[in-house]
C-alpha cells in the first residue's frame, strides 16, 4: 500500500514557476515508477511526466517538454515536478501517482495509487 500527498500548487502569472512535491508512505519507494498527471475543468486526465524507481529514465508529454522536469529523492520518498516558464492551459489539478514494476504507462488507467492533487493555476 502506497499513500501519496501532494504539496506546492498555487496561483501564478503566466512564465512563472512552481515546484510540486509529492509525499509517499511506505518502505519501498524505489520499487515503483512515479508519474504526474493533470485535469483541467472538464477535461479528462492526462499524462504530464514519468520517473523510474532508480532515476535513470524520465518521460514527459509533449506539451512540457523543456518547461517541466521531474525528479524524485528516494532516501526521502519525495516525488518532484519544477514547472517552469507556466502557460495559462497548465491550469488544473495536479496529481501524483505510483505505478508498481519499472514500466513507464501513461494511460490513467495502469497506475496503481494516486494523491488527492493539489491545484495549479496560471493567469494570463
Known amino acids: 500500500q502506497v499513500q501519496l500527498v501532494e504539496s506546492g500548487g498555487g496561483l501564478v502569472q503566466a512564465g512563472g514557476s512552481l515546484r510540486l512535491s509529492c509525499a509517499a508512505s511506505?518502505?519501498?519507494?524505489?520499487?515503483?515508477?512515479m508519474g504526474w498527471f493533470r485535469q483541467a475543468p472538464g477535461k479528462e486526465r492526462e499524462f504530464v511526466a514519468a520517473v523510474s524507481g532508480s532515476a535513470d529514465s524520465v518521460y514527459y508529454a509533449d506539451s512540457v517538454k523543456g518547461r517541466f522536469t521531474i525528479s524524485r529523492d528516494n532516501a526521502k520518498n519525495t516525488l518532484y515536478l519544477q514547472m517552469d516558464s507556466l502557460k495559462p492551459e497548465d491550469t488544473g489539478g495536479y496529481f501524483c501517482?505510483?505505478?508498481?514494476?519499472?514500466?513507464?504507462?501513461?494511460?490513467?488507467?495502469?497506475?496503481?495509487?494516486w494523491g488527492q492533487g493539489t491545484q495549479v493555476i496560471v493567469s494570463a
Open positions: 511506505g518502505r519501498t519507494f524505489n520499487n515503483y515508477v
Open positions: 501517482a505510483a505505478r508498481a514494476g519499472n514500466r513507464v504507462a501513461t494511460g490513467v488507467r495502469n497506475w496503481d495509487y
